[in-house]
């Protein structure tokens, strides 16, 4: 069974930094089921799931949403099998639930993928 477990979020004032964390079990699948593609997602009441920054653990190739560029990165570090989530210059628009997500690609694009395991989220707040 496929286990994501988030930590990290919390609450911090407009322009700081957090850094979420994302221990994936996936990681531990034999290679011949490829490397997965893994994402942040965050969802706030009342409005739809937003992508936030994908990563092909693969090819290292990186997606972002618009209002994220240029203040969030996705990275990971294999042998820890975690993906981080580095947020910088918070805005009070950051905050919501976010979410660790994982697919297996199949040779697909990460930015194609309906995500499929899905982990528990965590709360970030950005006060102004």
């Known amino acids: 069974q496929v286990q994501l477990v988030e930590s990290g979020g919390g609450s911090v004032q407009a322009g700081g930094s957090l850094r979420l964390s994302c221990v994936a079990s996936l990681y531990k699948l034999p290679i011949t089921y490829g490397r997965p593609c893994m994402g942040w997602f965050r969802q706030v009441p009342g409005k739809e799931r937003e992508g936030v920054a994908l990563?092909?653990?693969?090819?290292?190739?990186?997606y972002y949403a618009d209002s994220v560029k240029g203040r969030f990165s996705i990275s990971q570090d294999y042998a820890k099998k975690t993906v981080y989530l580095q947020m910088n210059s918070l805005k009070p628009e950051d905050t919501a639930m976010y979410y660790c997500a994982a697919v297996l690609p199949y040779g697909a694009s990460c930015a194609n993928l309906e995500y499929n395991n899905w982990g528990h989220g965590t709360q970030v707040t950005v006060s102004s």
């Open positions: 990563l092909s653990t693969s090819t290292g190739r990186t």
